[in-house]
């Protein structure tokens, strides 16, 4: 059976430290296959990490996965193994940026607290758990070391909540957050089919966004070719968001959105 590890991160290319922790996981377990989702997201954003995870694990094979986006390193959060219900183990900080992706893969089984420094590169540097704690529990994991050696089991109630935000909802309207915004300027929402059904929006119906202090009227589509080159878009995308954009353009930039800002998505 192949020993599949993936690896998510924050460290991006330029450094050592995405080689060194698979250097830490190949003294462990040589024949780990190691799949990097990737190691670009940007520095200490969680809510990216949480949903490129949503949008990866449910397409990687079982197994053991391993996100490292950690602005509190070293300080009291927890480094935890959560166990889910398809048979993955997921192994990073307690900060909740597994927790969109669990009810992808079957939800939360276990969950332990790593505390054994059996398991761990000793002395543990207070700025590189990545190396010290993370790394190794992958590698032990894919040896096939059971989770409750790690450290104590603890209650799944008591993780920390996922870093995306839920829709607040009314007959009529979304009130959204962008949580994303992808390299072609295409905004995620943090909101997906089941909420666009509380509002009974239907494809090619036209919707109102208040987004900026401003108002615009644009069309619920299946793709981008839907509408016209330029002309912009709100749609479903691949993993489930709803999201807005400009066919072959960029939307974040004509509309002079980031991160964080509010989208209401009303029914026209």
């Not at 094979?61 to 509190?72: R, T």
């Not at 054994?116 to 190396?131: A, C, I, K, Y």
């Not at 909802?169 to 295409?186: A, M, R, Y």
Request: contains cysteine; charged residues 25%.
């Amino acid at each position: 059976m192949r020993k599949i590890i993936t690896f998510l991160s924050d460290f991006g290319l330029e450094d050592e430290w995405v080689g060194v922790c698979k250097g830490v996981i190949l003294n462990i377990v040589p024949d780990a296959v190691i799949v990097d989702i990737t190691h670009q997201i940007p520095s200490f954003n969680l809510k990216k990490a949480a949903v490129e995870l949503l949008s990866a694990l449910p397409f990687m094979p079982i197994g053991i996965h391993l996100a490292v986006v950690d602005p509190g390193v070293g300080t009291k959060r927890r480094p935890i193994v959560i166990e889910t219900g398809r048979g993955d183990f997921l192994v990073g900080p307690d900060n909740g940026i597994f927790l969109p992706a669990v009810d992808k893969i079957g939800g939360i089984n276990k969950v332990f607290w790593i505390t054994n420094e059996e398991f761990m590169n000793v002395p543990v540097s207070q700025t590189f758990n990545g190396r010290d704690i993370f790394a190794p529990a992958a590698g032990h994991l894919a040896r096939g070391i059971s989770p409750d050696k790690f450290g104590p089991e603890i209650e799944k109630t008591t993780i920390e909540t996922s870093p995306i935000l839920p829709v607040v909802s009314s007959l009529e309207t979304l009130k959204c957050e962008i949580i994303d915004i992808d390299k072609f300027g295409t905004i995620r929402l943090n909101c997906g089919f089941d909420d666009i059904n509380k509002i009974a929006l239907e494809y090619g119906r036209k919707i109102k966004l208040k987004l900026n202090g401003n108002e615009l009227l644009i069309d619920f589509v299946k793709t981008f070719g839907d509408v016209g080159i330029g002309e912009p878009a709100a749609l479903i995308d691949s993993s489930g968001f709803v999201c807005l954009a400009l066919n072959q353009g960029n939307f974040s930039l004509k509309f002079n959105l980031k991160t964080g800002d509010r989208v209401d998505i009303i029914k026209n």
